[in-house]
Nanobody, 130 residues
């Protein structure tokens, strides 16, 4: 079974930082793009940041939503089957449940959407107070 185990959420004041971790198992980790989605109360789930599988001339291809560009950084450690999301300068609007996901499509076209498998883990809650 595919498992994606997210951790690292919590309560932080605006301007603070958190680092989310997601450990994957049950699939060939390096074969699929992976990333983070979030869902705020009363809002639809949105892609936050995604990372591709291949290491090109400029590193792994990544996607960031406009709302987090310059503040969040995604990274991947294939040896540990783990991805990370470093979140700096957090804002109250970053509050939500953050999910990690695998088998994501669209990065070469500047987007990030679930693929056919739509693998996702349980969420971790991030609360940013003002």
């Amino acid at each position: 079974d595919v498992q994606l185990q997210a951790s690292g959420g919590g309560l932080v004041q605006a301007g603070g930082s958190l680092r989310l971790t997601c450990a994957g198992s049950g699939f060939r980790f390096g074969d699929y793009a992976k990333g983070w989605f979030r869902q705020a109360p009363g809002k639809e789930r949105e892609a936050v940041s995604c990372i591709a599988t291949s290491d090109g001339p400029t590193g792994y291809m990544t996607y960031y939503s406009d709302s987090v560009k310059g503040r969040f950084t995604i990274s991947s450690d294939s040896a540990k089957n783990t991805i990370y999301l470093q979140m700096n300068n957090l804002k109250p609007e970053d509050t939500g449940v953050y999910y990690c996901a695998a088998d994501l499509w669209g990065l070469p076209r500047g987007t990030c959407v679930p693929g056919l498998n739509d693998w996702r883990g349980q969420g971790t809650l991030v609360t940013v107070s003002s």
